[in-house]
């Protein structure tokens, strides 16, 4: 059992590998680019930090591709949530708000650490509402702050007030609210 479980396929070791190099060599470049990129301040040139960029965030989708596949694995235990197994290095990390009431028809959301984002104007209720399921209009052309062929905007904001009213203490995933 525990052979099987170390005896990786051959194909799994060479793409560990190529990850692992894709890792060191963007690692290697990233602060030197990073740099380069904030010096050079001219949109119309493609800098490489560009392409820096777009590798990094491949890399960290397959690493939350493998891990979800390692989660189903039979040797992992089974208590083991999909959650925690996304926050194990704050690559994709999945956390949690919750939404309550501010003072003065204001709302806040608060992340799991404490901090906290106050929720001021009115334009923001549809946005916040719909972390928390609700939907502007069945249509989908609208966000909740535009006119769609069905709703007005002010109809719209004004429904997604009652719904956050009628959802204080409820915790939806964070969308980046909390995001450094
Ligand atoms: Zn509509």
Redesign the pocket.
Known sequence: MTKLTKHRPREALDADAFVEAVQAVLDYLWEDEQRHHSEQDSADQPHIFHSLQVIREWLSDLRAEARQVEATEPSTPAAQTASTVKNEDGVGASRKITLHEGDCGTYTIEAEDGRTMLIQTDWDYPGVASIFGWR???????DGTVD????TASEMIAEAGEFLNDHIGDTAEDPGYFEE
């Open positions: 502007p209009c069945p249509c989908g052309e609208t769609c062929p069905h709703r």
